[in-house]
């Protein structure tokens, strides 16, 4: 079982950063891919970022987010974080964190563990 706890949502001004974290309990937070989804206002939740336990570098929705926000983890910390940076008012949403036993997944169907979500909020 893993609990994971979100942080680091908020407002922030178009053109702005916000680092979220992820915290996960358990001991077997390495073995996991981690990613972030998030859900706009009336819209389904979409994927953002995984990251795999051995990859250097992760996967992104490439029409969104790619080249913005960078997905890195710290596997002493049981962390996972999402860089966001030149936000802008289409990234308002809920994010969530999620962990996955299938390596570098980026279907939200696989993956079996949620946080609770964080809101973050780009004013224009």
């Known amino acids: 079982q893993v609990q994971l706890v979100e942080s680091g949502g908020g407002l922030v001004q178009a053109g702005g950063s916000l680092r979220l974290s992820c915290v996960a309990s358990?001991?077997?937070?390495?073995?996991?891919?981690m990613g972030w989804f998030r859900q706009a206002p009336g819209k389904e939740r979409t994927f953002v970022a995984a990251?795999?336990?051995?990859?250097?570098?992760?996967?992104y929705d490439a029409d969104s987010v790619k080249g913005r926000f960078t997905i890195s983890r710290d596997n002493a910390k049981n962390t996972v974080y999402l860089q966001m940076n030149s936000l802008k008012p289409e990234d308002t949403a809920v994010y969530y964190c999620a962990a996955t036993s299938k390596y570098g997944s980026r279907r939200e169907d696989d993956y079996s563990y949620w946080g609770q979500g964080t809101q973050v909020t780009v004013s224009s």
């Open positions: 358990g001991r077997t937070f390495s073995s996991y891919t």
């Open positions: 990251l795999g336990r051995w990859s250097a570098t992760g996967s």
